[in-house]
């Protein structure tokens, strides 16, 4: 028994201290003090003879705290978690972009934010004069961004973000001026493709797809005019979208020629660009045409330029003969520029005439314009010593001997001549020789043929004759065959033909051609 009391007696040392510092809590503790008295007062006695008399009452304050410890040990129980707390405010709100019916607006997110995290954001806005907010988002904000749609165009808004955890709503961070949902306005500007920026040529029939590409804020408003006047809705289409206006004509006529000026505003702002459109065909025939004078072997021609130039420019002009025998047409100058030519090396004792056609980049005209007269030319010197001797002269030569035999009394027998057949089948006597082009590059394929009668010629393409495709110029002239390809495309090599065939036989000789792709510098492809 008498080691029992010792750690009691420690503890009592102990204790009074504990007691002094838990002095200020509640005062349950005066109550249990009766309690522990008799039950205590045994071992007081044994422990008087030991202690002096006035142990007694230190022996006392060890009960109560005997019967206090329990309630001293709750403060060293685990400490509870903190309440949760709202973070602060989020932090650089602004407006990123707007329009008509919408507002996007950033900000980031708040400095502090807590061991509890953040769940997301809550927008709210209200009317400019009132403070009547109202949520936005049904779902709370994840990200630092969100675009406020389905506003009025007009309103003054007031726009505020607040921050929410699971300990409620941080303080707002507003906008510090109401906004007005209207988009911000970009001053418009017309992009014109280089190819526009010089006169656009068209030839009549072409279909015209024009696309001109704008910027501007909010979506421009598009206009066009020609020359100066509204366009006829009828000939021309004009689609427009945010981004370009488009200018279609279906099959382009001559009168679609003009200025085409285009014009895109935004507000006050307005910017304006022009293209000029030439529609352009075969040209008509020159006006007149004359012989203005006849010598030797020459003829001097005269004429005046075409009434309709078909648009654009006259390039040249082709000039032909014909003589009045045959009737058959030889193009004796071509790309001719001026207005008068001489025609030489004609053959004495025949009768020609003349026509003219006019050229411009389209091609040369269908019709030509003829001399209303025609040009003899005539025998000049003595016969015998002429060396432009034909074979209708020495056919004069001879009745003239005759008439001159007759008359001096003589009987002349001309011998008896077999007359030489010239009849021959068509050969050439110069081949075709295979060529390579360029697309969009026109060539001539050449060769010659003899024969007689005349040959017939015909032109043909992997064995498919051409026949009048205006995309040939097929021409025979003394016995030189060509054909012009002009322009051509991808589809237009190929094994080319020349046919002659006539009473007593025909001839052919081929050709390849190959159209190659032009070679684009890789400077220009940048």
């Not at 006392?60 to 978690?81: M, V, W």
């Not at 010089?198 to 408003?221: E, S």
């Not at 589809?491 to 001839?507: Q, W």
Request: glycine share 6%; net charge negative.
């Amino acid at each position: 028994m008498p080691t029992k009391p010792a750690p009691i007696k420690k503890a009592a040392k102990k204790e009074p201290a504990k007691k002094e510092e838990k002095a200020p809590e509640p005062a349950p503790a005066p109550e249990p003090a009766p309690e522990p008295a008799p039950a205590e007062a045994a071992p007081a006695a044994a422990e008087a003879e030991a202690a002096p008399a006035e142990a007694a009452p230190a022996e006392a304050a060890p009960a109560e705290g005997d019967a206090a410890a329990p309630a001293a040990e709750e403060p060293k129980a685990p400490t509870p978690p903190p309440a949760d707390e709202p973070t602060s405010a989020p932090l650089d709100l602004f407006v990123e972009d707007k329009n008509d019916t919408s507002v996007t607006i950033i900000w980031s997110q708040p400095e502090t934010i807590g061991v509890t995290g953040l769940d997301g954001y809550t927008i709210e806005v209200c009317k400019e004069g009132t403070e009547d907010w109202k949520a936005v988002n049904e779902d709370l904000q994840k990200s630092c961004r969100y675009v406020i749609k389905n506003l009025t165009t007009g309103d003054r808004l007031k726009i505020r973000v607040v921050a929410v955890n699971a300990g409620g709503r941080s303080p707002p961070v507003a906008l510090p001026e109401a906004v007005l949902v209207k988009e911000v306005a970009d001053r418009p500007k017309v992009r014109l493709p280089r190819f526009l920026r010089q006169r656009y040529v068209a030839y009549v029939g072409d279909k015209i797809n024009l696309t001109i590409p704008f910027t501007g804020k909010p979506k421009p408003v598009v206009s066009w005019t020609k020359n100066g006047t509204p366009l006829d809705t009828k000939r021309v289409n004009i689609r427009s979208t945010d981004r370009d206006s488009i200018l279609f004509i279906r099959a382009s006529e001559r009168d679609d020629s003009g200025v085409y000026e285009m014009c895109v505003k935004v507000e006050d702002f307005e910017d304006k660009a022009s293209l000029t459109l030439q529609i352009v065909e075969l040209p008509g025939p020159p006006a007149s045409v004359k012989i203005a004078d006849t010598w030797g072997f020459n003829v001097a021609l005269e004429w005046t330029p075409p009434s309709d130039n078909g648009n654009t420019d006259i390039t040249g002009y082709t000039i032909q003969k014909a003589d009045k025998k045959t009737g058959d047409w030889y193009t004796v100058l071509d790309h001719y520029h001026r207005l008068n030519a001489t025609v030489s090396d004609l053959i004495m004792g025949n009768t020609y005439k003349f026509r003219v056609f006019s050229e411009n980049k389209c091609g040369i005209s269908e019709e030509a314009a003829m001399t209303k007269t025609e040009a003899t030319i005539q025998k000049t010197g003595s016969v015998l010593f002429s060396h432009n001797l034909t074979f209708s002269t020495l056919l004069l030569l001879k009745s003239f001997v005759i008439l001159n035999f007759s008359h001096s009394g003589i009987d002349y027998k001309p011998p008896d001549y077999k007359e030489h057949d010239f009849s021959e089948a068509p050969k050439f006597t110069t081949s075709l020789s295979d060529r390579s082009t360029t697309v969009g590059y026109s060539t001539k394929l050449l060769c010659s043929v003899r024969g007689h009668p005349k040959p017939k010629i015909e032109w043909m393409k992997n064995q498919m004759i051409i026949g009048d495709d205006p995309k040939f110029r097929q021409i025979t002239v003394q016995g030189i065959c060509s054909l012009e390809i002009r322009k051509p495309g991808n589809f237009d090599g190929g094994v080319y033909t020349c046919r002659a065939k006539n009473d007593h036989g025909e001839s052919t000789v081929s050709c390849k051609l190959e159209v190659k792709q032009p070679v684009i510098a890789d400077a220009e492809k940048k």
